[in-house]
């Protein structure tokens, strides 16, 4: 059975500081999504990691994918409150659509 | 377009009641999921359908629950009879075949917030 494991599961920090969101798995996949929820709102895909050693950088928030350790990292550097909301990493298994198997979420709160 | 429709985006309904489900995915899309999201289980895939055909409902928790695909542009999600467990915001998502991209990017609706009293 595939597991995601998210951690830290909550995270509140202030804004301007840099932090980074782990995301473990125990499958061969080399392909791993990061999401973002807002409350009440629905899934926003942020980046899309296919390779070993991917890294993708959209504004303040960095993500990279080591295959080899079977773990992904969203960075956040100079957090503003903008950027509050809850993270999901996700996996699929490889060799199809097979859906997405998703860790816990990250919930961030970022205060002024 | 318009994205991932899906209807009601809130339901409340009383236990033993029947709730139907509804998504219309993105035009040209071959896949769709159903998810449910709960505090306690986060997010879990319920069923996935590929060119209106299921292809892996092992997610689906119990016969209460059905999921049908009669065309490419609707899908239906049932729960006959509903219990206050089953209490949740269901989300449909459509992906377009992976192609030279070698990905499957899933695109999600606004979800349905259930409510079972």
């Known amino acids: 059975e595939l597991k995601v494991e998210q951690n830290p599961l909550f995270l509140s920090m202030q804004e301007g500081k840099n932090y980074t969101i782990y995301c473990n798995y125990s499958t061969t996949s080399d392909r791993l999504y990061w999401y973002r929820q807002d409350p009440g709102k629905s899934l926003e895909s942020l980046f899309v990691?296919?390779?070993?050693?991917a890294v993708k950088q959209e504004g303040r928030l960095m993500a990279s994918l080591d295959t080899k350790a079977r773990l992904s990292t969203l960075h956040i550097t100079a957090a503003v409150h903008d950027l509050s909301a809850t993270y999901f990493c996700a996996v699929d298994e490889g060799g199809g659509a097979d859906g997405l198997t998703f860790g816990k979420g990250t919930h961030l709160i970022i205060q002024p | 377009d318009a994205g991932v429709i899906q209807s009601p985006r809130h339901e409340v309904t009383e236990m033993g009641q029947e709730v139907t489900l509804r998504c219309k995915p993105i035009?040209?899309?071959?896949?769709l999921f159903w998810y449910r999201q709960t505090m306690m289980r986060g997010l879990e895939l319920l069923i996935y359908?590929?060119?209106?055909?299921?292809?892996?409902d092992s997610g689906m928790p119990e016969d209460r629950f059905s999921a049908k695909m009669p065309n490419a542009s609707f899908s239906t999600l049932k729960i006959q009879p509903s219990e206050p467990r089953d209490s949740a915001v269901y989300f449909c998502?459509?992906?377009?075949?992976?192609?030279?991209?070698?990905?499957?990017?899933?695109?999600f609706g606004p979800g349905t917030r259930l409510t079972v009293t």
């Open positions: 998502a459509s992906s377009p075949s992976a192609g030279l991209a070698g990905y499957y990017e899933q695109y």
């Open positions: 990691l296919l390779s070993n050693g």
């Open positions: 035009s040209g899309h071959d896949y």
């Open positions: 359908f590929n060119n209106n055909v299921p292809i892996d």
